[in-house]
T-cell receptor, first 110, second 117 residues
Framework: GIQVEQSPPDLILQEGANSTLRCNFS?????LQWFHQNPWGQLINLFY???GTKQNGRLSATTVATERYSLLYISSSQTTDSGVYFC????????????FGKGITLSVRP | DGGITQSPKYLFRKEGQNVTLSCEQN?????MYWYRQDPGQGLRLIYY???????QKGDIAEGYSVSREKKESFPLTVTSAQKNPTAFYLC????????????????FGPGTRLTVL
C-alpha cells in the first residue's frame, strides 16, 4: 500500500517563529488533507489540497502531486498552534480510505 | 448546524462488558469510518461503511463490530473479545467517491475516550 512519511516527527518553536512541515507519499493520490489535532483530541480540518497552493490566515499549504509531497507552512506561530499535525492521502482504488502519516508533534513555547 | 456527533465523550467499562459508541452525522455523507488512536500514536482504521447496510473491516477489526442501518448513524460496539480496548475512538465521514474529480473532504467527530477498569 501507499506509504506516507511526515517530517520532522517533533518540532519545538518559540512563539512568533515560522515553520515548514513536510509530507511525502509513495504513489499518486486522488486527494490530500492536512489536519491539526488539538490537545483535546479533536481533528480540525486545515486543508483539502490534492494539488496547488492554498492559504488560510497564517497557514498555507502546497502540494506538488507530480513529485509526491506536500508542505504545510505556519507563520508567526502561536501557542495555540501546538498539537499534532497529520497528513492523510486518498490513493486511487483504495475504496475511499485515507492513509495517515504518523503525525508531527509541534510545541510552541511562549 | 451540520456536523458529526459522538457520544458519550468519556466512557468507563468493566472488563468483560460490551459497550457501544455512538456516531451520528447530518452532513448527508455516504461513507463513515471508525478509527482508534492510542496515546502518542497515529490513527488506525477499525471499520468503514460506504453505503447503508454494508461495511468492511479495516486494519484492526478484531474485537469490534458495527452496523449501518441508517445513513446518518454508524455505531461501534467494543466487545469483550477486544483485548486492549482502552483508547480514543474517532468517527469520520465523507461523500462517497463516484469517480472522476469529486470534492471528497473527510471530517471527524470529537471522539470518545474509552477506559476499561
Amino acid at each position: 500500500g501507499i506509504q506516507v512519511e511526515q517530517s520532522p516527527p517533533d518540532l519545538i518553536l518559540q512563539e512568533g517563529a515560522n515553520s515548514t512541515l513536510r509530507c511525502n507519499f509513495s504513489d499518486s493520490v486522488n486527494n490530500l488533507q492536512w489536519f491539526h489535532q488539538n490537545p483535546w483530541g479533536q481533528l480540525i480540518n486545515l486543508f483539502y489540497i490534492p494539488s496547488g497552493t492554498k492559504q488560510n490566515g497564517r497557514l498555507s499549504a502546497t502540494t506538488v502531486a507530480t513529485e509526491r509531497y506536500s508542505l504545510l507552512y505556519i507563520s508567526s506561530s502561536q501557542t495555540t498552534d501546538s498539537g499534532v499535525y497529520f497528513c492523510a492521502v486518498d490513493p486511487p482504488g483504495a475504496n475511499s480510505k485515507l492513509t495517515f502519516g504518523k503525525g508531527i508533534t509541534l510545541s510552541v513555547r511562549p | 448546524d451540520g456536523g458529526i456527533t459522538q457520544s458519550p465523550k468519556y466512557l468507563f467499562r468493566k472488563e468483560g462488558q460490551n459497550v457501544t459508541l455512538s456516531c451520528e452525522q447530518n452532513l448527508n455523507h455516504d461513507a463513515m469510518y471508525w478509527y482508534r488512536q492510542d496515546p502518542g500514536q497515529g490513527l488506525r482504521l477499525i471499520y468503514y461503511s460506504q453505503i447503508v447496510n454494508d461495511f468492511q473491516k479495516g486494519d484492526i477489526a478484531e474485537g469490534y463490530s458495527v452496523s449501518r442501518e441508517k445513513k446518518e448513524s454508524f455505531p461501534l460496539t467494543v466487545t469483550s473479545a477486544q483485548k486492549n480496548p482502552t483508547a480514543f475512538y474517532l468517527c469520520a465521514s465523507k461523500r462517497k467517491v463516484m469517480g472522476g474529480s469529486v470534492y471528497n473532504e473527510q471530517f471527524f467527530g470529537p471522539g470518545t475516550r474509552l477506559t476499561v477498569l
